[in-house]
Every structure is written in structure tokens, then in C-alpha cells.
């Protein structure tokens, strides 16, 4: 069974959650742990002749340490790059909380010593008309990473974030910054200091930007001391 498991979540979509997600796991294979991670729902695939494949997902396989088959990594594949619960409702497929924690639960079950659950978009993305994303990891009453991408706006979204996460009554574990352009933000190191101090949790690392990201590289801009052996 998985020793530690962890939610990623974005302050949005396209802040480099599975890059994120893929660096904390090489960081952790060069401590020696085993791990696993899955992205439960994935929309925007492609059509290949294994079947719908998602290059977020396929990034994840690469990076852990065991073997899984792609339905276990990505139980929910659907084709095109939209919301989640848009693309399957064009699917004609309901999404529940209750069947992406049976699926979660299912991989826990796997021996490891790190897990990472990565969500998609950010905290409040609807699964349904009732239920959000944030009701999987209330559920499995998981920690929280929080990745939050150094650009204008992130300050007033990383706080928001992370007081929904809190005020959800799960704990923020870290968070990560990750640099989606070459330029820097403007005032990038002010923004960074503010961020450390007004966040309740630490930060884990800054990522470079990368023309060519490369998680194993990222990894060596991550440390792992403040998350690991919570829950043990």
C-alpha cells in the first residue's frame, strides 16, 4: 500500500501541474522510493491504436518508479481538450467523486512509498452539476501540493486556492512555483517572497523555465524534506 499520497492541484489550467507532478517524482526516485502517480481524468487525448492516449498521463509513467498499465495511470480518457465534465458530457459519460476515489483507492493499494494524484484544471472544476474536483481528495482526506505558475495574477490566486483547500479542512502540504516563460514576471522575486510568507505551507521550489522541460532536470530545483514522513 502507498505510504504517502498527495493531491496535486493548479491555481488554473496550464500551470504545469503534471510537469510539476513529474519532477517531485524523479526527485523522489533519486532519494530511492518507490512511487506511482495517475491522472484520473484526462480530456484532450489522442486517438492511437492502444486506444486514447494523453501525453500529461504518459509523462506520469515515465517519471514513477513502477509499472502500471495506462488504465490504472488514466482510468478517464476522453478526446477533446475541454472541461472535463463538457467532454464527457459529449462522451455521453457521467463523471462522479465516488468512481475516481474507487479508482484512486484501487492504485493505493499498490506497494510504493510516494503517490501523487494529479487533478485537473484547478480546485473548483466541475465534475457535474453538484460536484467539484475537490470533493476527490476531501474524500480520500488527502494533503494537498499546490503548483502556482509565476506570472501576473498568482499571488491573488494561490490565496484563494489555498483557502478553498483550507477552508475544504485539508491541510496544504507545499506548493511549487514553477516559470511558464522565458521572461521572468516582473518584480518575480518580490511576488516569490510574498508568496512565502502569506502561504501556509512551505515551498517545495522555484522550477526554471525550460525551452525543452525536462522533469528529470527540474528535480534537482525541488526538495522533498518538508512533505515526506507526514502520515507516517
Not at 7 to 15: K, L, N
Request: net charge negative; proline share 8%; glycine share 8%.
Amino acid at each position: 500500500m502507498a505510504k504517502q499520497t498527495f493531491f496535486v492541484t493548479g491555481t488554473d489550467t496550464g500551470v504545469g501541474k503534471t510537469l510539476v507532478s513529474a519532477a517531485i517524482l524523479h526527485a523522489a526516485r533519486n532519494l530511492g522510493l518507490r512511487t506511482l502517480a495517475m491522472k484520473p481524468i484526462a480530456s484532450g487525448c489522442e486517438q492511437t491504436p492502444d486506444g486514447l492516449r494523453n501525453e500529461d498521463a504518459l509523462m506520469l509513467m515515465d517519471a514513477m518508479t513502477e509499472t502500471l498499465s495506462y488504465d490504472q495511470v488514466n482510468p478517464l480518457a476522453m478526446e477533446p481538450a475541454i472541461a472535463p465534465h463538457v467532454a464527457a458530457a459529449m462522451a455521453q459519460r457521467r463523471l462522479s467523486a465516488e468512481r475516481l476515489v474507487g479508482f484512486c483507492r484501487g492504485l493505493q493499494m499498490q506497494p510504493a512509498d510516494l503517490m501523487l494524484i494529479e487533478g485537473a484544471g484547478g480546485w473548483r472544476v466541475p465534475l457535474n452539476e453538484r460536484e467539484t474536483y475537490a470533493r476527490v481528495p476531501q474524500l480520500l482526506e488527502l494533503p494537498v501540493i499546490l503548483v502556482v505558475p509565476l506570472q501576473l495574477g498568482c499571488i491573488n490566486h494561490a490565496l484563494l486556492s489555498a483557502e478553498a483547500i483550507r477552508a475544504d479542512g485539508l491541510p496544504l502540504a507545499g506548493w511549487v512555483a514553477n516559470r511558464p516563460q522565458e521572461t521572468p514576471m516582473s518584480c518575480e522575486r518580490d511576488t516569490l517572497e510574498y508568496l512565502q510568507a502569506q502561504l501556509p505551507a512551505p515551498c517545495l521550489g522555484v522550477l526554471p523555465w525550460q525551452p525543452q522541460p525536462d522533469p528529470e532536470v527540474l528535480a534537482e530545483s525541488l526538495g522533498l524534506q518538508a512533505i515526506l514522513g507526514r502520515g507516517e
